[in-house]
């Protein structure tokens, strides 16, 4: 029997049919069961045999030619990887970024029902392995899909830095069309797994009038409704519930009713054709997100002023402060042109330094206030507005560019 097979194994009078997977150890068996879950049992209790092999498990994973239906809008689907686009690697065991566009397709037949689709695959990995690069090449390929008619583009991608890439995409295109992030927190081989769901409400809302890039992922822990959030303002908060993505010191734009795949919208959005498609896809990749602990060693923002580092973002405590001691280092990168962004550890709510005495010393030292930017925004926002900006950093990081921040922040979110 080879990995990938499919078999019974009986022990002490119970049966347990799945998949054959590795096995850290030679003298125990592996299986994923239905549930997708893994079982291993001692080798000598067991009696196993072979119900069908793998091969002919895999060629029943068919990836159909795509079929245009008269009357549909036509979206693009462009894959980076993470678990959506994920299946089981029968070498390791392990869920692997091996799944094209056209295979997600096949494996969702109701998203045939929304759109028309074209598949590319930009890039197969998993997005802790993302860089500055790929959000710019990523940029192009959107722009070259809206260029060439699509009416609305999904990206997949992997949970884990898809806030990321929802930033940097909503600084680098002003599109005319909904440009849409999903992804899903659990691979499809598993009961639980929130990946069709996520994929045909992020349909929806590919071809609704939300021209802006949004994020698509489960609303609550049921499989009833998906929220979508603005680029600029969701975080994943949690590492595995199924409503892991939250919208931070705004509402979401809206929520998509999984059964009827209606939308309702709760903020005011850009509206399909409102603008003009514009790309502007450099980003200066030399910017560091510096978390501000107690004790830590001011050395530390000098380091990257000595690496030549073109611009800083502080994540301080509070309303946005640091010690005092880092104060010198603040000062030190304004009088050599580098740009030192302050947002907070807390996430709700926007700094102030002008409450107390340090942060009146870091905005007299040059420290830019972040207002209620997510520490991760105001790092890709900073890069993009480093390499595109027309004018003085200051004033662009405190103007909202992309709904990334407010002048106030609502105290009911």
């Known amino acids: 029997m080879d990995l990938g097979d499919r078999v019974l ?4 009078g119970i049966s347990y049919e799945g998949v054959l997977m590795p096995s850290l150890r030679a003298d125990h068996v592996v299986i994923k069961l239905k549930n997708g879950y893994n079982i291993g049992l001692r080798a000598k209790e067991i009696d196993i045999k072979l119900i069908e092999k793998g091969q002919d498990i895999k060629s029943k994973q068919l990836d159909r030619p795509l079929k245009e239906k008269p009357g549909l809008p036509t979206v693009s689907i462009l894959s980076t990887g993470g678990t959506i686009a994920s299946k089981v690697d029968y070498r390791t065991g392990a869920v692997t970024s091996q799944f094209s566009a056209s295979e997600i397709i096949s494996a969702i037949p109701e998203l045939e029902e929304i759109a028309n689709y074209r598949a590319r695959v930009i890039y197969q990995i998993l997005s802790e392995n993302m860089r500055s690069e790929y959000w710019s090449a990523l940029a192009r390929a959107v722009a070259e899909e809206i260029q060439s008619g699509a009416e609305g583009v999904i990206i997949t991608h992997g949970t884990d830095t898809m806030m990321y890439t929802a930033a940097a995409l909503s600084f680098m295109l002003k599109t005319p069309v909904p440009v849409v992030l999903v992804g899903s927190q659990r691979s499809s081989d598993r009961p639980s797994s929130d990946a069709s769901m996520n994929a045909i409400c992020a349909a929806t809302v590919a071809t609704s009038d939300i021209a802006e890039v949004c994020v698509v992922m489960h609303g609550t822990t049921n499989d009833d409704y998906c929220a979508i959030h603005r680029g600029t303002r969701v975080r994943k908060m949690h590492t595995s519930r199924r409503d892991a993505f939250q919208t931070i010191n705004q509402h979401p734009l809206g929520r998509v009713d999984y ?5 309702e919208t709760i903020l005011s959005y850009r ?4 603008v003009e498609l514009e790309l502007k896809e450099r980003l200066e990749p030399r910017c560091a997100l510096v978390k501000y602990t107690p004790g830590s060693s001011p050395e530390i923002i000098h380091y ?3 690496k030549a580092y073109r611009g800083i973002v502080l994540e301080g405590t509070g309303l946005g402060h640091v010690a005092s001691d880092w104060i010198e280092g603040i000062a030190r990168a304004k009088q050599e042109n580098i740009p030192v962004v302050v947002t907070s550890q807390c996430l709700r709510g926007r700094i ?14 040059g420290a830019i206030e972040g207002g209620d930017m997510l520490p991760e925004v105001a790092l890709v926002k900073l890069m993009w507005v480093l390499a595109n900006g027309p004018g003085e950093v200051g004033p662009l990081m405190k103007t909202p560019l992309a709904g990334e921040i407010a002048l106030s922040t609502p105290i009911t979110v």
Do not use: P, W
């Open 352 to 365: 102030c330094d002008r409450v107390y005495d340090t942060g009146r010393d870091m905005l007299q030292a």
């Open 259 to 263: 059964l009827s795949r209606k939308i």
């Open 304 to 306: 990257y002023i000595d």
């Open 271 to 274: 509206r399909r054709g409102e």
């Open 9 to 12: 194994v009986e022990r002490n």
